[in-house]
Structure formats: structure tokens, C-alpha cells
């Protein structure tokens, strides 16, 4: 049982680049999430999804796209990545909702320059 | 507007101390409250989170933390620190009953003296 896997570890991207980031969970969640981690401060909700095909926006969903197509993986996508997109990303899952413990993968450090 | 507070940016205590980490949150009903931590380069682990009851909520690695409606707190604490506790602490809230999102603290990082 690996729980919440993201893929890259790191990455740095040019400016107008774009690039999707991994996320797979095999605890069969039905709630998976993404956050965005910037230096001091605590994490914000970029987009979240209660099953597949279903996603909605969460508190910074701007220059980003997620995807929903089985259970197990929600990728993010950045289509065009800028400077200010550059933080730290964590993917989580949850059996139910948003009370719910979540679990959180171990991050992808992304720098765009 | 919802909000939650960490005022500590740093805390550094002696192995073996007793521990309260600070956590205020600006919501109109209670929310549904969580402490996580992370290690550096990890993602984040629940320690422990409240809903109602009891006010005094018990945690994984030796935590807990108290609710007080009346100071809007929910403060971590442990009576005895260990040097594997060194990491960073997030306070989160959301509002019950509804599907608001989770709402993060800035953290506060702790280090523990030897």
C-alpha cells in the first residue's frame, strides 16, 4: 500500500512552459486534492475532486487544470507556467469529504524561471 | 472572513520540555478544527483533529490539543518534547456541515534543543 504518490520530485520549467504533475492513490479515496505550498505560508487549495469525472475549483485555481478520469489518478496540469507558479505542490486524498483525514503524498518542488 | 491564525513563526524548546503550540481561527459558527505536521521534505500528516464533544482531543506521537470557544483557540500541546518532533505544525479549520475548504495557518516551526 504506497498511499499518495506524486511524480516529479522536482522540476524546473521555463517561463510559457507547460507540464503536468502526477498524482496516484491506491487506497481507493474517492476525494483527492491539490495544494500549493509557498515559503511561510500554509497551504491553499488549488482544485479538488469527490470521484471521478468530477472536479471543482478551490481557493487558487488559476493557471491550472486537473483531470479526473479513474479513481486512483488526478493530475494537475499547468498550461503555461509563469514565475508565481513557482511552490511547492502536494497532492492528498480523503474517503469522504472535506472533515475527512486527509493524506498527503510527499510533494513536487516546482521552480519556473 | 474565514481565517486561521498561527502568531508563532519559530519556536525552539529543550528536549524534554513541555510544548504548546498557539492556533486562533476567525469563523462565524465552530469550524471543524486539525493540527498536521510536516517533516522536512515530507508532505503533511495528520496529528489529530476536533469536531465536537469532548474539548480535549487526543493525537497520535503523544499530542493533544484543547478547544475553547471562548478564546476561538485550539492549542497543540505535549508535556515532553523529543528531538524527532522537530518539524513544521499547521493548524486548519473549515466550516462544519458544508463543503468549505480547508483553510491552513502559516505554521509554526519548531526546533528542539538537545
Known amino acids: 500500500n504506497a498511499g499518495v504518490t506524486q511524480t516529479p520530485k522536482f522540476r524546473i520549467l521555463k517561463i510559457g512552459q507547460s507540464m503536468t504533475l502526477q498524482c496516484a492513490q491506491d487506497m481507493n479515496h474517492n476525494y483527492m486534492y491539490w495544494y500549493r505550498q509557498d515559503p511561510g505560508m500554509g497551504l491553499k487549495l488549488i482544485y479538488y475532486s469527490v470521484g471521478a469525472g468530477i472536479t471543482d475549483k478551490g481557493e487558487v485555481p488559476n493557471g491550472y487544470n486537473v483531470s479526473r478520469s479513474t479513481t486512483e489518478d488526478f493530475p494537475l496540469r499547468l498550461e503555461l507556467a509563469a514565475p508565481s507558479q513557482t511552490s511547492v505542490y502536494f497532492c492528498a486524498s480523503s474517503t469522504q469529504g472535506l472533515s475527512d483525514t486527509q493524506y498527503f503524498g510527499p510533494g513536487t518542488r516546482l521552480t519556473v524561471l | 472572513a474565514q481565517s486561521v491564525t498561527q502568531p508563532d513563526i519559530h519556536i525552539t524548546v529543550s528536549e524534554g520540555a513541555s510544548l504548546e503550540l498557539r492556533c486562533n481561527y476567525s469563523?462565524?459558527?465552530?469550524?471543524?478544527l486539525f493540527w498536521y505536521v510536516q517533516s522536512p521534505g515530507q508532505g503533511l500528516q495528520l496529528l489529530l483533529k476536533y469536531f465536537s464533544g469532548d474539548t480535549l482531543v487526543q493525537g497520535i506521537k503523544g499530542f493533544e490539543a484543547e478547544f475553547k470557544r471562548s478564546q476561538s483557540s485550539f492549542n497543540l500541546r505535549k508535556p515532553s518534547v523529543h528531538w524527532s518532533d522537530a518539524a513544521e505544525y499547521f493548524c486548519?479549520?473549515?466550516?462544519?456541515?458544508?463543503?468549505?475548504?480547508?483553510?491552513f495557518g502559516k505554521g509554526t516551526k519548531l526546533s528542539v534543543k538537545p
Open positions: 469563523y462565524g459558527a465552530t469550524p471543524y
Open positions: 486548519a479549520a473549515r466550516a462544519g456541515g458544508s463543503q468549505g475548504n480547508l483553510i
